[in-house]
């Protein structure tokens, strides 16, 4: 008479992991899949530290090292900019003539956004 009520547990066990679920992809980890990362080598040309109250965002001219063409970069509130020692540091001590890698992370829609600027040789 014992065995009944545990062979009845162990069936409706058995057929709660037949319905079970497979986990989910935490939604940060799905996004990141989606984006596609770039890296360039850039020489700055100048550098403009925006108007925030006029909607102005702060923008890089650079010159591509690997095209020798001009390109401005709009500087996002999300860039993380670092020195040549790995040094979080803001945009306006990068000075002009220096040489940057500039990463890009590729958005949803396909716009590429300034992930990370590092500094890889100071003027």
């Known amino acids: 008479m014992k065995k009944i009520p545990f062979a009845l547990f162990i069936v409706i066990f058995i057929n709660s992991l037949c ?5 989910s992809k935490p939604a940060n980890q799905a996004a ?22 006029k909607g102005i965002p702060p923008r890089i001219v650079v010159i591509a090292l690997e095209n020798n ?15 040549m020692r790995g040094q979080q540091i803001t ?4 000075n002009k003539g220096s040489v940057i890698a500039t ?17 890889v040789k100071n003027k």
Do not use: C, H, M, W
């Open 19 to 23: 319905f079970a679920e497979q986990p």
């Open 32 to 53: 990141s899949e989606q984006i596609e990362n770039r890296t360039f080598k850039d020489k700055v040309k100048s550098i403009s530290l925006g108007d925030p109250a």
């Open 69 to 83: 063409k001009e390109y401005t970069i709009d500087v996002q509130n999300f860039t993380t900019i670092y020195d």
């Open 91 to 94: 945009l306006d001590k990068i």
């Open 103 to 119: 990463e890009y992370i590729k958005d949803k829609s396909g716009k590429y956004l300034l992930k990370s600027i590092k500094v």
